[in-house]
């Protein structure tokens, strides 16, 4: 991880914190003096925010850690565990806020008139709310982080629970105060779901799921755009943490020498490597009269090669002939 990754992710968590107390100390401010439940909910709803933001910046803290002799590799594994940490607190929020719209209709305990003060901080949460999800999005995708990303989705959240609020706040002036929790009960479904997307997202990272195909379309083009490289096959890229370790075997002329192929082999793999999302690259080098290929579908799929290599019965050297012709022609 470069420093300039580290840095930024630090700074995305003690600026996601600063704003969740300072939300949590207005609303309560506005709670205690106006007694509105919209209001109250999201007093509570902001602690909350700010306690598993407390978390969560010390989860990133321990995610952009240096190498050392017990994580060769970083700590960036540590990574998806921190966003289902925020999945665990949106399905939390989901389950406070249908909580207490069911429960205020049951009591008649909702439709408090919170007056303008309400109105101006529900509204200033929804646009700081909105802000930080832009700004967490952008360096979530940018930096390849799941927790910010994760963290991102969670502001989402709180722009449609603060909107909700806003709604039963604006609902008792009307004289509509059942406006309240029913917002707030069609509001929690939208915050379970985004729970599911954070996890099923994150899921994928632990348990090693290929990244899109996109990337593992760019992974070919990359291998095979070297000159020398007259084929690829056994082309693997898997999620390790938040990032994609890639191992392939490349067919080249047997005839080169072994400082040749070597040469090729660290070429490909800093082209491969270089792909921001990628960490480790292994590349295994075949001679293509060798007869090692054997037929990939996925492979020629991905680079765009539409031909019946193997099925014919022709041997390795046959194959590795074609790819050098497809090449060629490409």
């Not at 990359?222 to 000159?227: E, G, I, Q, T, W």
Request: proline share 5%; glycine share 10%.
């Amino acid at each position: 991880m470069s420093d300039d990754r580290r840095r930024v992710v630090r700074r995305v968590g003690a600026i996601v914190l600063a704003v969740n107390l300072a939300l949590a100390l207005a609303k309560g401010g506005v709670w205690w003096i106006s007694g509105s439940l919209a209001v109250g909910s999201e007093a509570v709803n902001s602690l909350a925010d700010s306690v598993y933001s407390i978390v969560v910046l010390a989860g990133l803290y321990l995610t952009t850690q240096p190498p050392d002799f017990e994580h060769p590799h970083g700590h960036e594994r540590i990574e998806p565990f921190v966003s289902l940490f925020v999945a665990v607190g949106v399905f939390a929020a989901g389950g406070a806020v249908l909580w207490n719209a069911t429960t205020s209709v049951l009591n008649g305990t909702y439709g408090v008139d919170g007056g303008a003060a309400a109105v101006v901080v529900l509204a200033g949460t929804a646009g700081a709310k909105y802000g930080l999800y832009r700004y967490c999005l952008r360096i979530g995708e940018e930096r390849h982080s799941p927790a910010v990303t994760a963290a991102a989705l969670d502001n989402r959240n709180d722009i449609l629970t603060a909107a909700a609020a806003l709604v039963g706040v604006l609902g008792a002036a009307a004289g509509a105060p059942i406006l309240d929790p029913i917002a707030g009960a069609v509001v929690s479904l939208g915050i379970f779901y985004t729970g599911y997307e954070i996890v099923r997202d994150n899921v994928n990272y632990l348990v090693g799921a290929a990244p899109p195909e996109e990337l593992r379309r760019e992974i070919m083009e990359r291998a095979l755009a070297h000159p020398e490289v007259r084929g690829a096959h056994d082309v693997v890229a898997h999620y390790v943490g938040p990032e994609v370790d890639v191992s392939l075997h490349i067919e080249v002329e047997g005839d080169m020498t072994l400082f040749e192929a070597h040469d090729i082999e660290s070429e490909v793999v800093e082209a491969v490597r270089s792909m921001p999302e990628v960490d480790d690259v292994f590349v295994h080098v075949d001679p293509k009269e060798l007869g090692e290929w054997k037929p990939d579908p996925e492979a020629d799929r991905l680079a765009g090669i539409d031909d019946d290599r193997g099925a014919d019965g022709n041997d390795g050297a046959d194959s590795s002939e074609a790819d050098a012709t497809t090449d060629e022609n490409s």
